[in-house]
């Protein structure tokens, strides 16, 4: 028989046999990609954002292409950036917004009820961008950010909205084995001011032109890699630098330093057999693009103030929270300086588990030094850096604000994410600029008056119940006193330059005491009990204004704010579209959320809204022209 042989090899032994080569197959398969990709990180070559890196590449490279590269900065637009739909301040590079359907199924296999999801809708945006560094005007451009395996987002909203279902349509869904639970809308973002590490081939045009290469000229990395003190990775390729502005001398990344402490105590652990040894905690790091051009680098942002459904991301991580236990591992409590030049400028240690202040005498000439993220309790030894002007304890175990009266140079101070109950020792500091004192356990305004200079105060998510001791600010512009316990808007008389108040999530009844603010362009109150708009007058300025989730029902005595381009009132009261007729009164009017007011369900709402404004182009998170 022709078929004698099939049926004789054919066997169970071997069809087994065959099952598992393949089997077999398939898992080396993806052990090589693993191989590979480690050899690829383990033989890159790090590179620094400054005027030498096209030199630097051509004379290690005859080429000027580095196969394997990792470049770290922070995100910068080469252009306009995406404007977050949620997110008032948010400036993104990227933006991610997906509606997903929550099911639950009944599965007669496992007879058990399951559940599910769908995705209902997915856009994706992006804008040109590159990295920059804070010490150096060139910047690498991302190529194709949306090719890399993991796009670097985070979620800055999540909201979800139950079905709610009448009991037939309850019985009917159980019957059919199949339950809606709800839609859940997300966004996210990857904000300018992002740490972001480009991993993958670096390259420089041998004509000094914007040329970059399209393909990397490795294989595609294909899984998530670990990097210390790294949000993500990617493929990147530079050009020449362009000379705009001087450039300080002798600025350096700590980082490098910072990993080294952090591996001679693991070692040093291990020697010793501590269980502590092994126990790391490092940031993702993500595929991604890169080119060179000139740019300069903003500080991002850290207001925590808003919708509690809202998530802000300040920098390379969000911050855990206070009352939560830090990852356990070694801690760090010396760091030796020896590798930083003398006249280093800017020093980084986030994420680097210092216990302790201490070895700082020979940077005399530091101006920004960032301890981000770490195990601080104290603030000392630091009195000998008198020129620094940016100092950064972000997300720390302080309790006190001391040992700074000798900082007579510095213009920011963040200890955002501590542990204060007061503001004190601060008279000394004549010229900062920017306090950030977000999310800590501060009851009271105090102890301020002798910083006249002081253009932005931070006091988010604290314990403040009254507005107050401001009166010597006279530079305030931006004043942020979200998510605390005041129950009255006062004392702001004195704040004449004031342009932006944020003092949303408190316990505000009555919109008041703003008549001296005339150069108020952002106001946000969201989230309080205000049920009358009210004591506008004066405040024609305004661009923004924010009174979202009150208990308005009357849109009145805002005619006359004809400067108006964002108008934020969801989660009120509105119930009829002749209240929504003064929106024809703003002229630059371009953004409206109205929805969760009673007249969203006018079938209509969305239509009716456009043809009473013109000129809006975005209606609750949703654009509705170009």
């Excluded at 590449?57 to 590269?69: I, M, S």
């Excluded at 639950?104 to 995705?119: A, D, H, L, N």
């Excluded at 994706?124 to 590159?130: A, K, M, S, T, Y």
């Excluded at 720390?396 to 007061?422: G, P, W, Y």
């Amino acid at each position: 028989m022709p078929l004698d042989w099939l049926t004789q090899y054919l066997t169970l032994e071997n069809v087994c046999l065959g099952v598992n080569v393949v089997t077999l197959s398939v898992i080396y398969k993806a052990y090589r990609n693993k191989v590979t990709n480690f050899e690829a990180v383990q033989t890159a070559r790090q590179f620094d954002i400054d005027q030498h890196l096209a030199s630097k590449l051509r004379e290690e490279y005859p080429d000027g292409t580095a196969v394997h590269a990792v470049i770290r900065g922070h995100v910068k637009a080469l252009g306009d950036t995406i404007k977050s739909r949620h997110m008032r301040h948010a400036k993104a590079v990227i933006q991610e917004c997906c509606l997903t359907e929550h099911k639950i199924q009944w599965s007669p296999v496992s007879r058990f009820w399951s559940q599910t999801q769908r995705e209902i809708q997915r856009i994706l945006n992006f804008v040109p961008f590159g990295l920059v560094s804070r010490h150096s005007n060139v910047m690498v451009e991302v190529v194709d950010p949306l090719e890399c395996e993991n796009v670097p987002v985070n979620c800055v909203y999540e909201n979800f909205i139950p079905n709610r279902e009448g009991l037939s349509g309850v019985f009917f869904g159980w019957l059919r084995g199949e339950q809606t639970k709800g839609i859940e809308e997300q966004e996210f973002l990857l904000e300018e001011g992002s740490a972001l590490t480009a991993f993958g081939t670096l390259t420089v045009a041998e004509d000094a032109s914007w040329r970059h290469r399209q393909r990397p000229q490795h294989s595609r990395l294909t899984f998530r890699c670990q990097f210390p003190k790294m949000s993500s990775t990617g493929n990147s390729a530079v050009t020449p630098p362009v000379k705009t502005e001087d450039v300080k001398p002798g600025t350096q990344d700590a980082s490098k330093a910072c990993r080294d402490q952090v591996t001679k105590a693991q070692q040093g652990a291990e020697a010793k057999g501590t269980q502590e040894a092994a126990r790391t905690t490092q940031p993702d790091a993500v595929v991604n693009s890169a080119k060179v051009e000139a740019a300069a680098q903003s500080r991002p942002g850290q207001n925590v103030e808003g919708d509690a459904k809202a998530v802000r991301s300040p920098s390379l991580t969000l911050p855990p929270s206070l009352d939560q236990q830090k990852s356990k591992g070694p801690e760090i409590t010396e760091i030796s300086y020896d590798d930083y030049e003398p006249d280093t400028l800017d020093l980084d240690f986030t994420h680097c588990r210092i216990g302790k202040l201490s070895n700082l005498e020979n940077l005399r000439r530091i101006e920004i030094l960032i301890f981000r993220n770490n195990l601080l309790k104290k603030i000392e030894n630091v009195h000998m850096l008198v020129t620094l002007k940016e100092l950064e304890f972000y997300d720390n175990q302080i309790t006190k604000i001391e040992n700074l009266d000798a900082l007579v140079n510095l213009e920011i101070l963040d200890i955002s994410f501590n542990r204060l109950t007061h503001i004190e020792n601060l008279d000394k500091l004549v010229k900062l600029k920017k306090l950030f004192l977000v999310n800590n356990r501060i009851t009271k305004i105090e102890n301020l008056d002798k910083l006249v200079n002081l253009e932005m105060l931070e006091l988010g998510s604290n314990r403040i119940k009254v507005v107050e001791n401001l009166g010597t600010l006279v530079n305030l512009k931006s004043l942020f006193l979200g998510k605390n316990r005041i129950s009255k808007l006062e004392n702001l008389e004195p704040l004449k330059q004031l342009e932006l108040l944020s003092i949303q999530s408190n316990r505000i009844v009555k919109l008041e005491g703003l008549h001296e603010n005339r150069n108020l362009c952002h106001l946000y109150m969201s989230h309080n009990g205000i049920e009358k708009i009210e004591n506008l007058e004066n405040n024609v300025k305004l661009e923004t204004l924010d009174l979202a989730a009150n208990r308005i029902k009357h849109l009145i005595n805002i005619k006359h704010l004809v400067n108006i381009e964002e108008f934020w009132f969801n989660d009120n009261e509105i119930e009829s579209f002749e209240e929504v007729q003064v929106l024809a009164n703003f002229p630059k009017l371009a953004t409206v959320y109205l929805h969760n007011n009673p007249i969203e369900k006018d079938p209509m709402y969305r239509r009716k809204i456009m043809m009473i404004s013109p000129t809006v182009t975005q209606i609750d998170a949703t654009m509705c022209r170009k």
